[in-house]
């Protein structure tokens, strides 16, 4: 099968022809029809993130089960399934506790070695050697992953557009829901507009958030953001955003979403939030980085400061699911670029350029 080889740190996205996977017990074996395009592999690409080499990237996909191993029982040949970024386990003790986006197995072995939870990985080039898996390495034609990480596409989903379900909007709905206890009505602030941003506004409205502030520096970013359900936007190289956002939301936000992961935005984002008001954090930031906040109005005030990774692929999947199947929710609104397998390379590259707004895609099987 071919897929996009990344053979060392900062190498480029090369076209390889690998042997063809085989999916063990609870795992499944999808065709993969996309790929979305997540700055996420930028940091195991550049390596600012440990990771072994030569590495298939690419963590967000949809595609269609083409074999199962043994024990995968809700899932079955030919049916369309989005793919999520974590992949868990189901045993361990975060797993069975319901915090699976904590899952013990798929940071031990996937995110440190890039295997699979038998310590091995599922690809081989054509000499027989390994070639290392970021989640289930979806810049692939075929892709083996947990079964539990994957879940059916509802009726009416575009196939290949819903890949970008398992990691953007994954993450905006577990940074929402999970850590953030969204309400309906609630004030919404998102500092960072980029793919997991806008994911979180259009997820927000969705869920019924009142006024959903975006906050941003690029103009065209904000203009997607409003397509998308932002009520307002700031453009914080023209205009003081704390001071802007308190005054549009009349004090502060109920709770704001932090999705740059720079010191900066750090503190504006705990400035933003209204009295007793949360502060959920998801932007990543390279390893060792710290962030100021101002000591005493987080305690007087009673700000609360959350950090949040990803979702929980065996509920929340279903639900975003079924606010695509409603209407609430439309994935292909937030992907700007479409391109194949063979310019993954070109597509990675706009994006370490800051050329790529909402999500890229990359489309692999044409005939999805």
């Known amino acids: 099968m071919r897929a996009a080889v990344v053979p060392r740190p900062s190498g480029p996205f ?3 022809d690998l042997r063809m996977p085989r999916p063990g017990p609870g795992e499944i074996l999808v065709r993969v029809a996309a790929c979305g395009v997540c700055h996420t592999d930028l940091h195991i690409h550049d390596g600012s993130v440990a990771f ?5 990237l690419g963590h967000e996909i949809s595609g269609t089960v083409v074999d199962t191993g043994a024990g995968v029982d809700h899932l079955s040949p030919g049916q369309s399934i989005v793919g999520a970024f974590i992949m868990p386990c189901g045993s361990c003790a975060m797993c069975t506790s ?10 031990a072995h996937n995110r440190l070695n890039g295997t ?18 970021y989640s289930m390495a979806g810049l692939a034609e075929y892709a083996v992953m947990p079964a539990l990480g994957a879940a059916p596409i509802p009726s009416g989903g575009h196939l290949r557009d819903s890949a970008i379900l398992g990691c953007a909007f994954l993450t905006a709905y577990g940074a929402l829901v999970h850590v953030g206890e969204l309400r309906k009505s609630d004030s919404v602030v998102i500092v960072g507009a980029g793919g997991v941003g806008l994911s979180a506004v259009a997820v927000a409205k969705a869920l019924g958030a009142g006024r959903i502030v975006a906050v941003d520096v690029a103009d065209d970013r904000l203009g997607t953001a409003s397509r998308l359900g932002a009520t307002d936007t700031v453009n914080a190289s023209t205009t003081a955003p704390v ?9 502060g936000a109920r709770l704001v979403v932090e999705a740059i992961g720079q010191p900066g935005t750090f503190r504006q984002a705990t400035e933003m939030a209204a009295d007793g008001g949360r502060c959920v954090m998801i932007g990543i930031a390279p390893a060792g980085r710290t962030a100021e906040i101002e000591i005493t109005r987080l305690v007087r005030r009673k700000i609360q400061v959350c950090g949040s990774f990803g979702g929980r692929p065996r509920q929340d999947l279903a639900h975003l699911g079924r606010l695509v199947a409603d209407g609430r ?5 937030l992907i700007s670029r479409r391109f194949p397998l063979d310019q993954a390379d070109q597509a990675y590259r706009l994006l370490s350029e800051g050329k790529i707004v909402g999500r890229a895609l990359i489309e692999i099987d044409p005939d999805a």
């Not at 072994?52 to 298939?56: G, I, M």
């Not at 319901?98 to 940071?107: A, I, K, S």
């Not at 929710?329 to 609104?333: F, R, S």
Request: hydrophobic share 40%.
């Open 116 to 133: 699979l939870y038998d310590g091995t990985t599922r690809l081989f080039d054509a000499n027989g050697d390994p070639v290392w898996m």
């Open 14 to 16: 090369g076209i390889a």
């Open 98 to 107: 319901g915090r699976e986006e904590l899952c013990e197995p798929f940071f």
């Open 52 to 56: 072994p080499f030569p590495a298939v």
């Open 243 to 251: 001071r802007a956002v308190r005054d549009i939301t009349g004090g």
């Open 329 to 333: 929710l439309d994935p292909g609104a």
